[in-house]
């Protein structure tokens, strides 16, 4: 069975900085692109990061830019959401996914796999 498990999240004040795991298992996830996506209160599943297989190739939605930083450990089927100076608006759920073909994407609907999500919530 497949499955994404994330962690990390919690109630955070503003301008922290806490680090979302996601681990993989029941298959090999070292040639699948990885994306961390975000589903605030009311609002549509939005994308935040990816990564591709490797590591070498990332990206970012506009609004996380130079705070977040996404990156992956192959032998511990692990991906990560480096979180930094947190705001507010970061205030969603977010949640680990997995796609085959190795190549990233900011597409909700390129992903074949998805963890359950875990709560990340920004005080002021």
């Known amino acids: ?33 990885m994306g961390w996506f975000r589903q605030a209160p009311g609002k549509e599943r939005e994308f935040v990061a990816t990564i591709n297989w490797s590591g070498s190739s990332a990206a970012y939605t506009n609004s996380v830019k130079g705070r977040f930083t996404i990156s992956r450990d192959n032998a511990k089927n692990t991906v990560y959401l480096q979180m930094n100076n947190l705001k507010p608006e970061d ?26 999500g875990t709560q990340v919530t920004v005080s002021s």
Request: net charge neutral; aromatic share 12%.
């Open 91 to 116: 205030t969603a759920v977010y949640y680990c996914a997995a796609r085959q073909g190795g190549l990233r994407s900011d597409y909700v609907g390129a992903y074949d796999y998805w963890g359950q």
């Open 1 to 33: 069975q497949v499955r994404l498990v994330e962690s990390g999240g919690g109630l955070e004040q503003a301008g922290g900085s806490p680090r979302l795991s996601c681990v993989a298992s029941g298959r090999t996830f070292s040639s699948d692109a």
